[in-house]
């Protein structure tokens, strides 16, 4: 069965463009995770869908930082003017969303260098 | 969600057991312990999760005492291939996770 999938896998960009990154969770799936990795570091907790609800934007480190599920499934993380601090590997989750299934999947992360 | 203390650092040789113990004194009731292993460029993966006792799948044992402020996984016979970081998380009902640092585990021949 197919797992988390994530585009592209490598993205680089000039300090100022906006990035899209994309991600295709398990089919059926209801929560949808992203996370932002540093080199060296654990993942860091950005935002949180059930469905196409967003139900936790937290940990979005900025307002150029924007996500979106519209119909539930393929999410879309969008990052405007892009800055050397947000280069990092971006990790998209799924998870069934019952209560008691807490293993969240990951994708392969998209490598994100802002030059 | 509270924080967990890990090791940074294990060395460990082919065929040996490998036990990575996990602080959490601040875990709350309602909390789970998670383990998940990441390999370079590779997102992380669920190894094993627990809430008390011990739980053990094909992969591993997870150990839990009774005031569940620490636990340790444990890795039985471990293979070059098991190298990889181990992260310790708490996890609550919705499944947000709170990564640390996580414990570089280094297998040699």
């Known amino acids: 069965g197919a797992g988390v999938s994530q585009s592209p896998r490598y993205k680089v960009a000039k300090r100022g463009q906006d990035v899209a990154l994309r991600c295709d969770p398990i089919?059926?799936?209801?929560?949808l995770f992203w996370y932002q990795q540093a080199l060296g570091q654990g993942p860091e907790f950005l935002t949180y869908f059930q469905n196409e609800a967003q139900l936790d934007k937290s940990g979005l480190p900025s307002d150029r930082f924007f996500a979106e599920r519209p119909e539930g499934s393929v999410s879309t993380l969008k990052i405007q003017r892009t800055q050397q601090e947000d280069s990092a590997v971006y990790l998209c989750?799924?998870?069934?969303?019952?209560?008691?299934?807490?293993?969240?999947?990951f994708g392969p992360g998209t490598r994100l260098t802002v030059t | 969600l509270a924080k967990t203390t890990q090791p940074i650092s294990m060395d460990s040789y082919e065929g040996q057991e490998v036990n990575i113990t996990c602080s959490h004194n601040?875990?709350?009731?309602?909390?789970?312990i998670t383990w998940y292993q990441q390999f370079p460029s590779q997102g992380p993966r669920f190894i094993i999760q627990?809430?008390?006792t011990k739980v053990t799948n094909e992969v591993a044992s997870l150990f839990i005492p009774a005031d569940r402020k620490s636990s340790t996984l444990s890795l039985p016979r471990v293979s070059l291939s098991d190298t990889a970081v181990y992260y310790c998380l708490l996890t609550d009902s919705w499944g947000k996770l709170q990564f640390g640092a996580g414990t570089q585990v280094v297998v040699t021949p």
């Open positions: 089919s059926g799936h209801v929560s």
């Open positions: 989750a799924s998870s069934s969303g019952l209560a008691d299934i807490l293993e969240q999947y």
């Open positions: 627990g809430y008390k």
């Open positions: 601040n875990i709350a009731t309602n909390d789970y």
